[in-house]
């Protein structure tokens, strides 16, 4: 790869990252404050991704960015089909595999009887060995949901060409490591978002120690006061 080409795609992904931040801050999914996290942290902005998908043409436009990335240059999809996770995932799978031409598939949650969580496809959808996958979710924290996904993609023979988020507010994950498999799987961000968290506590949160009210995500009221 050329110095020339580098530079023209790092100017791309910066112009994707500020097109996707747009597109949040419109849809006001960026949310600004003082929140209580799922992990029992607390946060001071938080991204709520259904305020984006309840948006078509918004959810339409982002998904054409990752459509546009798994071309090739005859303008034919590099993916024969396209698979999400969770409910934002199965919306994103759909409008990105109808702007590529292929079909979508969505895998669910089953509980083994010892207790342990995987994924399945739905029933009725089924992959070909070699076919050509391409996983989608909407917003990675830890990676578990597209992780999950690896396996039964991968057991059903196919082909993982490409794992993408609309958002990766990891803090820097760059691939995800197949549990099944040991295989490296490179990770497309439209947007990489690094959201400190925080104890909870005065001696720790600067929004407890201001004494802002505390917010569940998806919330309009206030869970207790800090």
Excluded at 38 to 55: A, M, P, T
Excluded at 126 to 139: F, K, M, Q, T
Aim: proline share 6%; hydrophobic share 40%.
């Amino acid at each position: 790869m050329t110095s020339l080409r580098r530079g023209a795609e790092t100017v791309a992904r910066a112009a994707t990252a500020r097109r996707t931040e747009e597109l949040f801050r419109e849809s006001r999914a960026l949310r600004e404050g003082h929140f209580l996290l799922k992990s029992g942290r607390h946060g001071d902005r938080y991204l709520e991704k259904f305020l984006v998908l309840q948006h078509p043409t918004i959810t339409s436009e982002l998904c054409g960015l990752w459509a546009a990335r798994f071309r090739d240059d005859d303008g034919r999809s590099l993916a024969d089909v396209v698979a999400g996770p969770t409910t934002g995932g199965v919306v994103l799978a759909f409008e990105t595999a109808r702007q590529l031409g292929v079909r979508s598939i969505f895998a669910e949650e089953v509980r083994d009887p010892d207790g342990s969580a995987r994924r399945e496809f739905r029933r009725g959808f089924a992959l070909a060995p070699g076919e050509r996958v391409l996983l989608v979710d909407d917003i990675l924290t830890t990676g578990g949901s597209l992780l999950a996904m690896l396996p039964p993609v991968e057991s059903a023979g196919a082909t993982i060409v490409g794992c993408a988020v609309l958002v990766d507010r990891s803090g820097g994950t760059a691939s995800l490591v197949s549990p099944l498999t040991g295989a490296v799987h490179p990770l497309l961000s439209l947007w990489a978002l690094d959201l400190p968290t925080y104890d909870p506590g005065p001696a720790t949160c600067p929004m407890c120690a201001a004494g802002m009210p505390l917010h569940a995500p998806g919330s309009t009221g206030t869970t207790t006061t800090a």
